[in-house]
């Protein structure tokens, strides 16, 4: 059955040492090589989660300011060749990305919020078959799984981020902005509110 699932937005993952290991543009070449499919689908060029999403190697682990660009720059060339399947822009009242999750088993798409300055955007697309080790990202995440980490923008409302899935495949995040009339009232919790 197809239709729009709301997925949970996990604030402040608290998972020790995970993406410490970069990817480096060397290995993400070795790796591509390697020729298997669902690499392909993961990481292709157009893939929110490729780290040549915006025109020069990036590793998709370390946080990008995505929401000081326009998406129209950053892809224009992908969108041209038919390639992209992410887009974000800005409303009065939000922020918004929206991307196709390519496949292989992506709706196990987790949405987390990081020190309350980054949104992360993860999944597993491999078993992990060690028994001892820790975390699947903790090492060589790039073999297992995926991830985009962005940078929230200062007015961004980290505390009511909302993830939808729309059939298992177009995944839309909404970041809310903190409004003039919020900030000047109080309106939004300190942090030393929250229990």
């Known amino acids: 059955m197809s239709g729009k699932k709301k997925l949970e937005v996990i604030s402040e993952d608290r998972t020790p040492q995970k993406w410490c290991v970069s990817l480096r543009e060397d290995v993400f070449d070795s790796f591509i090589s390697q020729g298997s499919p669902i690499v392909q ?15 020069k190697f990036f590793d998709p682990s370390d946080a990008f300011p995505l929401w000081e660009f326009e998406s129209d720059n950053l892809l224009s060339g992908l969108r041209s060749s038919g390639k992209s399947t992410v887009d974000w822009f800005e409303t009065d009242t939000d922020y918004v990305l929206t991307s ?3 496949g292989v088993g ?15 955007i993860s999944g597993q697309w491999k078993q992990h078959r060690e028994s ?4 699947w990202r903790n090492g060589n995440w790039w073999e297992l799984g995926y991830v985009r980490r962005l940078e ?4 961004a409302d980290w505390r009511k981020i909302e ?8 995944l839309e995040i909404r970041v809310p902005k903190i409004s003039d009339i919020a900030k000047g009232n109080d309106a939004v919790p300190k942090d030393s509110e929250i229990v």
């Open 41 to 55: 689908k993961v990481f292709s060029d157009g893939s929110l989660f490729s780290p040549l999403l915006f025109g």
């Open 100 to 102: 196709e999750l390519p």
């Open 106 to 120: 992506m709706c196990n798409a987790q949405v987390s919020v990081e020190n309350k300055k980054v949104v992360e």
């Open 132 to 135: 001892n080790s820790n975390d």
């Open 152 to 155: 929230l923008p200062e007015n």
């Open 163 to 170: 993830a939808n899935l729309d059939n298992n495949i177009l």
